[in-house]
């Protein structure tokens, strides 16, 4: 008779399931996190049951025995069942998805103390260019040497140079600080009829099983507050809450709301936390401790112990959607995971998406609404501006009517917001004398010039390089010019216009961190800044009782390109960013610059008429059966080898399946046909919604070969079309 056996999944994704054989006197069960030797080395993997994963077995005398078992809580079975929609729904190997449960190795040790360093203040006698960069980076950070460094863009060795010279000292981290218990008797709002109507129904919900619902509130409603209640009731009954945030940028405003509220921060889960964080949130998760999480996407996938209710805030944001790797749709799985844990699930938004709008009307997601804002607030007014009978001046981007409603706002002493989604001072640097274009060397993509770091940057690859003083092509001295706006280029508008006024820009150059966003909230309510030009960033989450004009600077740019998305997103962007005018007693004024007023996203705007505008853009997708009514599956070809990509693209478009119901499209070039030094081709596959898409593509391509130095990624129901 054999010795027991146990199937395990490791945390490599180019390996299947693993069977090994349990020691003597050794308990195992599934879900238990354990190490087996695989090779000369140990490796993490997680038990499975082997019948939900069949492999091909072999006798036990050619199994090797597991090394041990970690002493960690048991991955659960809702979130193991989890992770086996995620990787079937995505086309994912299980061991990525597992890497998202399992992502802190520091976690996994028990190790209660961790050296970390800050700098000391003091200057070391040798400061070279690298060593001054550092310093000015890591000022009021904290972190092990590999994190400063990565923070610091510079080697390991430069950040153990300064150690030695004392510019950084080591600091002792108790690993396991206990963690404040939120109160939800702590200060409980004053809510009115309409948000405590909404709250009792949240509340309701609690520990009464699976229920999805939108909560479908106004800018300003007061969602937050609403919510809060939920997770109120979720911490009387003992139980866990997750809230997902899209920006960790968000985070630090949110969590002064969370604190006035409940007494004590929640827990924080995002990439920005230092690996001692980490390790802390990660086990006190795992163990219970953590009564609320607040994180990025990838705490969805944490084993908490006892979750009782999941919210997704802003639930509309196309951030949630992961776009490398396992590129899940935070909001879906969110609802997924609510339903392996039989829990609710709420989706919090101003702007909902047209598929999560479509869900209400199936029935199968219940809908609460606060139709008005708190406090008697009124919603702003809106109105266009038509660029093409008030345009700026030459080499100007502000209308002149605009300017003359932010002069008005400078001289009643109230705050101003400019948004315009475009990073850095100018999309495009060329040359006026022979026309040559800055492209980045890994992408087919332009340079975008970032004036503040005198750089020009890549943003998809992140290559950077300073400006040249001569054209490469021509040789030509300063015949270099900026061409179109960024928010850069806004902010020195600004400048010239109203020296005087005080500035601020928010994008994801600027605020990088939760400290960097709680420093602009701070100056925001001090009233320290008169006029705000940011990105996207600026459009949700933030209230600013003072700010009582906005301008949305080109309204038009979210309509360009073929994305079936487009004019959803512009008007919830807009819609957002016109949403932090007036949320005071002093009411909200927004305009808007478009060069095409009649267009149906700004007409709607304006009109205020915004069931229409979806209304129409639900029919056209339901007349093209596009999503929610049909379904899309992105297949992206990369390679090095530009023929290599090219060939392999055509096999399997040659090898596409003749199925009913389903279009192949490609494959063609890529609209960004290089990344990172990688060619890319597409394939577009357009199914209807009864068709088991995934079944069909898992198919088609286990009968295509292809090299190693080809990638062929799946993205299922794609939200980037590049």
Known sequence: M????????????????????????????????????????????????????????????????????????????ALRRLCEWTADYYLSPLAAVLRMVLPSSYALHDQRQLTEYRPTGLQPDRLTPQRRSALERL??????????????????????????????????????????????????????????????????????????V??????????????????????????????????????????????????????????????????????????????VVIGARSSLFLPYANLGLIVVDEAHEPSFKQEEGVQYHARDVAVMRGRFEDIPVILSSATPAIETRHMVELGRYREVKLASRFAGARLPELSAINLTQDPPPRGRWLAPSLVTELEANLEAGEQSLLFLNRRGFAPLTLCRTCGHRFQCPNCTAWMVEHRLMHRLACHH?????????????????????????????????????????????????????????????????????????????????????NLTLVGVVDADLGLQGGDLRAAERSFQQIAQVAGRAG???????????????????????VSGDADSFVAAETESRREAAMPPFGRLAALIISSEDKDEAEAVARRIGRAAPDVEGMAVFGPAPAPLAMLRNRYRYRLLVHAARSLDVQDVIRDWLAAVEWGSKVRVAVDVDPYSFV
């Open 461 to 545: 690859c992140g290559h950077v390089m300073p400006p040249p003083r001569l054209c490469p092509e021509c040789g030509d001295e300063d015949s270099l010019v900026a061409c179109g706006p960024g928010v850069e280029r806004i902010a020195d508008e600004v400048q010239a216009l109203f020296p005087e006024a005080r500035t601020a820009l928010v994008t994801s150059d600027t605020i990088w961190s939760p400290v960097k966003a709680a420093e602009f909230v701070a100056a925001m309510e001090a009233g320290a800044i008169d006029i705000v030009i940011g990105t996207q960033l600026v459009t949700k989450g933030y209230h600013f009782p």
């Open 583 to 605: 949320r005071g007693e002093k009411p909200g004024r927004v305009l808007v610059q478009t060069h095409d007023p009649e267009a149906p996203v700004i007409a709607a705007l």
């Open 139 to 212: 000022e009021g950070r904290q972190g092990t040497i590999r994190e400063l460094a990565a923070f610091a863009e510079v080697s390991d060795a430069v950040l153990r140079g300064l150690v030695n010279a004392g510019a950084l000292e080591p600091v002792l981290v108790d690993a396991d600080k206990p963690l404040a218990c939120p109160d939800p008797d702590f200060a409980p709002p004053e809510l009115n009829p309409e948000q405590a109507d909404a709250s009792a129904s949240l509340v309701a919900a609690i520990g009464h099983g699976f229920d999805p």
């Open 214 to 291: 939108l909560l479908d509130g106004v800018t300003g409603s007061g969602k937050t507050e609403v919510y809060f209640e939920a997770i109120a009731e979720a911490l009387r009954q003992g139980r866990q809450a997750l809230i997902l945030l899209p920006e960790i940028a968000l985070t630090e405003p949110f969590l002064k709301r969370f604190e006035a509220r409940f007494g004590c921060p929640p827990t924080a889960w995002h990439s920005d936390l230092r690996a001692s964080q980490r390790r802390r949130s990660y086990r006190a998760i795992a163990s219970g401790e953590a009564k």
């Open 2 to 77: 054999g010795l027991p056996r146990v199937r395990i999944v490791t945390l490599n994704a180019a390996l299947g399931p693993l069977d090994y054989r349990v020691p003597d006197g050794v308990e195992v069960s599934p879900g238990q996190v354990v190490v087996a030797p695989l090779g000369p080395r140990p490796m993490i993997g997680v038990v499975w049951e082997p019948e939900r994963l069949p492999t091909d077995e072999v006798g036990d005398n050619r199994l090797r025995y597991l090394t041990s078992v970690l002493p960690q809580p048991v991955i659960q079975p």
